[in-house]
């Protein structure tokens, strides 16, 4: 497989303004929908009134739980067909409306009576209500190897210390919208989310329909990054409710306000580490995680499992807990558990490396797991090692001692560095390529692009199996009229398009190899099928100074074309012969003026090694707007619940404060190749892995600076002075 | 029509705007960048919006040592303009710690000063706020308070004035001219915010339908030299002061021969740090002399749970303002 760089292939669509988002459509005889939201945080609706808002002008229709009783009751449904209110802002009920502003005004002329329970608005105010939940994602919440109790009590070293993360709000630029409308039985939804078919799915379970009827649209998204999934349904379905009342199409877009309560968040954490060690190796470790989820849904991010995984340690005990609180729902982030849990892990090892007078860099390398020692398996490639080294050198770590400590103007330096990783697995996708008699290609997948470089990715993928180049390439997605995609979510699009588009580019080649080697009247006539090669447009002997164009082939034999479909397995995590991680090292050095609190970062490196790297450019861009939102993360984003109302405080970016241009470090991004035997066009997830370790970066170079020890997220003003 | 709905009306004279300023449900609109974001999140609901951009209220003009400012003046041609930044460094410092540069390129020098508090339970109209709702009670006393004042509070409004403008313009003693139909006054920028009270906290002391005219420094350049405006944020660009300090001084024959001191981010109000002031006069620029107007400016601070860090972070940031203008020749 090839690398190589090439620019996006929807980019001249995006900054043209041609590409069309689908909260952009604007079908005849559309109504505006606005969502009436409940004043505070728990209770029950007694009764909305609406007679008002009936006669203002425009007014369409109003959609509440009564509407929603006709649906199927599940999960997704639940908030909008029950009565219970579970946090501020909580939607009690769709206006639609002909203009968006006649629908606003007519939700705020409705009235909720609400009878009000006393709400539990911060975790704090009840961690010994913490309990455990099943599962954390796809892993048990509570694991135990070996005797970590024990181990500690025999340990040279104990580093034990509480890390705190705060609760992180989702906001891609493009606000969660929906435009549907039903025709007959049949329903079109344009939405932004990153999983259509999923999409499609509980549509045809709430609605009680078959998915045939159902078609779900996502062209293109302005960021996903986790929150475009289960809890927009409900609005949705809302939307659906209204549009099918009035049987006009409907268009829902939340406000940036409301995207601070409805399209889930970072869970807030307050993780306990104890690290034990004997002659600088971890005999011990213990994770334990508390988080927030609401009182309407549950959800815990897989905070401490890495932990399972990262350093060789023969006993190690994880757990997870969880507090309800009348709060939005926490749904996974960006670097979902490794960005929080590498924070703790990862400044705790720095701790030790302290007090066990050793390089920060040294102690990680003396405990490098060579296998999964969780699951007892090998790991199907591991260059963390190499990774430290490249980002060691890189970066200039070998001058740490010298370097920091110094003043630069009015920063003090620190230099910190820690792990990042995260598991490559792979979900089942189809594929369709469709090669035309005018040698152009389509590529179909229903998969989503969230802006991270998918439709280049299939593009290029299929490019290179075909010998095709990039401008006779047309790549669509987004559309469940297309064969199944993988959702957007866990940095596994490209590994799991990567073996369907080839699977069907194989077919493709070997009907063409056919065509070509057994017709005479071709100069590739007679050769064998495994001498042929595809490049520029051209079928070609390795062997001989043969070579006929795909053009030529396809006009003698295949006048309408060539289609071809293929597929792949999701990956079964039961018959893993190897456990596939990607990892990565960043080493940061900041500025921390200690008179006046203020940190900025000045330069970051990241050496990452993830398998095979499809597209360096697109890898690189990944890597870094990874890396900014755990810059964001470590200084920036907090949301803050006001305690006794049980509102988000703050609800705009003025507020909400996310790294902006002033703040952007220099970075520089080192990839490490790997040849990976047991996946897929050694194809490993990248999107993730700038989000983690640079948290705890951070935080050891803070430490570096001004000798104190942040163990809280965001670090502020008031944590250095 | 909804609720939400205005008239537009886009003044060419200045009495025309004056008269239609006094109506009740008038609001001026000068660069928009804090009526509007108001008004989308139904903070305020004017009826008529008299939009005084376009007056010929723009000039800048220095005769002598004293510098006239129209009010509809844009921020970026404020910091640009040569005169100002030659003989009022203090004034380009303030407007370009503020906001961005588009912010900057439409906001007004006026609609600066008077543009309203930060404080998100005032920029929430579900939340308990005696700014926005006289007697409603004040969310941020007990709430989230990191943002509050250290100075000037009351039981009923602990909230900050957010502009940096302002505090460079109080430590330069500025004055406004205010006009109405029935005439003009000047007042010094420090009148112009009152402290809150009980239960009310107005953001200004203009009587209804008052429009700023014209921000007027009379005899600041002397401080041309030796002034700086230092403001500290959680990130580099872009954010309202967390704690911010103008200072400026004259510094004649190796001695202060005169100080002035405004904080931010720490009052209803641009902040003057007399006592400060007070103590350099004489003194040779020293570290000793710096750190003891440090120390006196936090001097009656008055924290809330989540801001008593700005007490030590307000007398450092003294310090620093004090080293670098104090340092600079
Ligand atoms: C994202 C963001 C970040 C910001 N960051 C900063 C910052 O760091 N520092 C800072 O200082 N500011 C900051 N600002 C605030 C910005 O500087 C102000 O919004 C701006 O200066 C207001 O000027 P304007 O002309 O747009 O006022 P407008 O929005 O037009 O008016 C503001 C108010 O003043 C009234 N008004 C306007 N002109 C007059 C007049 N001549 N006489 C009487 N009344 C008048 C209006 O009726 C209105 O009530 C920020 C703003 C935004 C949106
Ligand atoms: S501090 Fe002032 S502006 Fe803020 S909530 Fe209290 S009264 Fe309102």
Redesign the pocket.
Known sequence: MKNRTIARYEGTLKVTGQARYEGEMMPEGLLHAALVESPIACGELQSLDTSRAATLSGFATLVTHEDAASLKPSAATALIREKAIHFHGQPVALVAATTLSEAREAAKATQASIAARTALTQMGQALDQAYEPAMVGRFPASTRRGDSAKALSEAGLVVRRRYTTAVNNHHPMEPHAVVCWWEGNKVVVHTCTQAIFATRAIIAHAFEMPPVDIRVLSRYLGGGFGCKGQLWWPWMFWAMLASRKTNRPVRLELTRAQMFILVGRRQETAQDIALGFVDGRLTAIEHDVVAQTSTHAEFSDSTAVYTRFLYACPNVTTRHSLVRTNEPQPVPMRAPGTAPGTFALESAMDEAAELLGVDPLELRLDNFADRDQENGRPWSSNSLRECYRVGAERFGWAERRARSATKVGRWKIGFGMATTLYPAIRQACRARVALRADGSLLVQCGTQDMGSGTYTALGQIAADALGVPMDKITVELGDTELPDGPFSGGSQVTASIFPAVEAATAKLRAALASIATTDATSPLGGKPPEDLEFADGMIRSRSGNAGERLTDVLARAAADGLEAEGESPATDHQKLAATGMGYGAIFVEIGVDPELGEIRVRRVCGAFAAGHILNPLLAKSQYIGGLIGGIGMALHEQTATDAATGSILGKS??DYLIPVHADMPAFDIAMIDEDDPHLPGGVKGIGMLGTAGIQAAIANAVYDAIGKRIRKLPIRIEDCL | MSSASFNYIRAAELTDALAR?ERAGA????????????WKASL?A?QE?ID??HLP?ATITRSGDALTIG??A??SDIAAHPEVKAHYPLVCD??L????GQ??N???????????TRCPYFRDAGLACNKRDPGSGCGTRHGENRHAVLFGGSPGCVATH?????VALAALDARIV?SSASGERELALSELYPLPGETTAP??S?RPG????VIRMLNAARFANHATYL?I?DRAS????VVSVAAALRIADGAIAEARLAAGGVAPLPWRLEKSEAALIGRAPTEHAFAEAGALAIEGARPLEGNAFKIPLLRNAVIRALQTAGGQS
């Open positions: 970016f003025t | 300023g609001a001026y609109l000068a660069g928009g960048t804090d009526l509007l974001p108001l305020t004017p919006v005084i951009s209220l009010a509809t844009r921020l303030g407007i710690a503020s906001a961005s912010v900057r439409v906001a007004t020098m006026g609609g600066n000063l008077l543009q309203r957010p502009s940096d403008l302002a205010v953001d200004s203009l008052e429009m700023i005219t403001k944020r872009f954010e309202f002061a």
